[in-house]
């Protein structure tokens, strides 16, 4: 195509993505020289592209050593964040924006990484919240994650993704009566969510509540009677919990 006179940032990225995956490397490893020349092309094609400044970013993150290159990373991910529109993969250019802001300045704590890049790029609230989320659990920032993801309940705007999340971070932390909370009101809002009847069994199997645990055994074989034929794996899954 290019030979015949065509050009474009979609074929660019696209050539540059084919010689990635011949030389066997992911969308976070650093990619050929060759690809990586592509992608730069695709930037000059059209320098609001996000979809190209969001390659670039990547690319430079992946081969980044140190906050410096780190910082190079963050030019074009700083600049997809200001040029998101609707059609884009907002949470994906915020969280690897985020990445490369923790890189380019290691001693920022997490918060102040978010806040940070909330004072260049006000217009990419909701995508760097949403982000967020994903962005400190990558990092094992547990303890912060667990205190967003509670803000985020107590204010009634947490995804049932996070929701969820938020209940395996309170069994992890031993707060078993939050959990079995958290595990019971999601079951209830959702009963085609099947996947947490194992979590709410061993929760209170956990707290000690050993009647409790065999009650949701059975309510978990009850519900999984009108489960979809693929979902029989878990009703292994729940036959071979153990309840005393």
């Not at 920032?141 to 999340?165: G, I, M, P």
Request: overall charge negative.
């Amino acid at each position: 195509a290019l030979r015949g006179g065509e050009d474009d940032v979609e074929l660019r990225l696209g050539l540059a993505r084919g010689l990635a995956e011949e030389a066997g490397r992911a969308e976070d490893e650093p990619w050929p020289e060759k690809a990586v020349g592509h992608v730069e092309q695709a930037v000059t094609l059209d320098p609001l592209s996000v979809r190209a400044r969001t390659a670039l970013g990547r690319q430079r993150l992946a081969a980044a050593e140190g906050p410096k290159g780190a910082r190079r990373a963050l030019e074009q991910l700083g600049l997809a964040l200001l040029l998101l529109g609707p059609a884009d993969d907002d949470k994906s250019v915020a969280k690897w924006a985020l990445v490369a802001a923790s890189d380019a300045d290691p001693d920022l704590a997490p918060q102040a990484v978010l806040r940070w890049l909330l004072e260049r790029a006000p217009r990419a609230e909701s995508a760097l919240k949403a982000a967020w989320v994903y962005f400190l659990q990558e990092r094992e920032e547990w303890e912060v994650l667990l205190e967003v993801l509670e803000q985020r309940a107590a204010e009634d705007s947490a995804t049932f993704e996070e929701q969820e999340l938020l209940a395996g971070l309170l069994f992890a932390s031993d707060r078993l009566e939050e959990a079995i909370l958290h595990y019971e009101a999601l079951i209830a809002a959702r009963p085609d969510a099947y996947h947490l009847w194992p979590h709410l069994i061993r929760v209170y199997l956990g707290a000690g509540q050993t009647e409790k645990a065999r009650e949701a055994k059975a309510r978990a074989f009850k519900a999984l009677e009108s489960a979809p034929p693929e979902l029989s794996p878990l009703r292994r899954v729940v036959q071979r919990i153990r309840v005393p």
